[in-house]
């Protein structure tokens, strides 16, 4: 039976593996897609895109992570019923329960990593994505300024369009600026531009051999300006303030500042590791297929289960938050309720009799003889009748 365990061992990661694979694969196009949403409507620096998505992802991998184990296992016992190795396993002598080794040999290693990314290595992701935006959204209008792009300022008062960036003179070629201002428009195109900054810190933008426009938006009332150098302020950068988000404060400054709903956020950062072994023990006694019936009604089982479970560890959280229930009741409750049904289920699969409900064995009688009651003929001190001798028949 090792050679089965190990073999067992071997299919729970290279399913797991296969798993991982594919939910992070969803997982980051889903976050691809939201940042690229973000980006197109000015919300998100395009140039932050890639290292946001590294963040993002390694914030919601706990979630990845926690379908990876529950599937793997799922879905190689699952094969194993589909192909009669579970009747091997059973025919061997040993029950349902004793795979509850096995997996926990293998989810207890990732049950770890899910805790070290919900406890620490999340809530720095977090907090590294929020100072990485920030950063970026609080460059001044020069940092802004990209070749064959239109940037806005960080006032949302002026646009900027370079076609060629700068060359070995640091003067970028053929400068489009636009700027509203008190009702009025104002358009300066110009052949080269370059920054500078004064004696007192003031950051200045230069532009050479162009015109500007002025005037009354739908007016025909415009003044034409021609030059030969013309300077613009930079408008400063925005100072990046703290944030206040939970979901970027470490685990240790919430456990220090003992508010409620910093209490829920820690009480749902320790439910999710725990949450992912327990679905592990379920996937168990749920991986039971009949092959005379249809193959994907486990999974969605599982998958309903997974769900409702997740959902009562996010509504433990905001009852923590709000006081309406402890912290420690937060932590158990959850928990307390799947393993009532882990067990529930192994009893179900175990097929456990009850022993009121016991009955003897009847035992089969040979052909010929008539049915019998055979506990009621073998009491004790009471003889078996005897046959009736046969009769002969009269001779002529």
């Not at 529950?70 to 879905?75: D, I, N, R, S």
């Not at 699952?78 to 040993?94: K, P, T």
Request: hydrophobic content about 45%; charged content about 20%.
């Amino acid at each position: 039976m090792k050679i089965f365990r190990r073999a067992l061992q071997r299919e729970f990661t290279h399913m797991a593996a296969g798993v991982f694979f594919a939910l992070f694969a969803v997982l980051i196009t889903v976050v691809l897609i939201r940042l690229l949403g973000q980006a197109a409507g000015g919300g998100v620096p395009v140039d932050a895109v890639l290292a946001l998505i590294g963040f993002n992802s390694l914030s919601e991998l706990p979630i990845v992570l926690t379908l990876t184990m529950f599937l793997g296992v799922l879905l190689s016992l699952s094969r194993g019923y589909r192909d009669s190795e579970m009747v091997v396993w059973f025919a061997s002598g040993l029950p349902l329960t004793a795979w509850i080794g096995p997996v926990l040999r293998f989810a207890l290693p990732l049950t770890l990593v899910i805790a070290g990314v919900t406890l620490y290595l999340g809530p720095w992701a977090n907090q590294k994505s929020y100072e990485y935006r920030g950063k970026l959204e609080s460059r001044d209008d020069a940092q802004r300024v990209a070749p064959g792009v239109f940037r806005e300022s960080s006032g949302a008062q002026r646009v900027f369009f370079v076609e060629v960036e700068a060359g070995e003179d640091g003067k970028v070629r053929n400068v489009f600026v636009s700027e509203e201002k008190d009702g009025k428009l104002s358009v300066v195109v110009a052949a080269k531009g370059s920054a500078e900054t004064d004696e007192e810190g003031n950051r200045y933008v230069i532009l050479e051999q162009g015109r500007r426009y002025e005037g009354n938006s739908g007016t025909p009332e415009y003044r034409v300006m021609v030059f030969d150098s013309y300077k613009l302020r930079i408008e400063s950068g925005k100072q990046v303030a703290p944030s206040a988000r939970r979901r970027t404060k470490s685990t240790a400054e919430l456990l220090r500042r003992r508010d409620t709903h910093d209490l829920g956020e820690v009480s749902y950062r320790i439910n999710t590791p725990l949450a992912a072994l327990l679905l592990a023990l379920l996937a168990i006694p749920l991986s039971f297929v009949n092959p005379r019936a249809g193959r994907a009604n486990n999974l969605l089982l599982a998958i309903l289960i997974y769900l409702i479970y997740n959902n009562s560890i996010l509504v433990c959280k905001n009852w923590v938050s709000y006081s309406k229930l402890s912290f420690a009741s937060g932590l158990v409750l959850p928990h307390l309720v799947a393993l009532t049904l882990l067990v529930l289920f192994f009893y179900r699969r175990l097929a456990v009799t009850p022993l009121w409900r016991r009955r003897a064995p009847v035992a089969l009688l040979p052909t010929g003889i008539g049915e019998r009651d055979v506990n009621a003929d073998a009491r004790e001190g009471e003889p078996l009748p005897e046959e009736p001798a046969p009769q002969q028949e009269p001779t002529q």
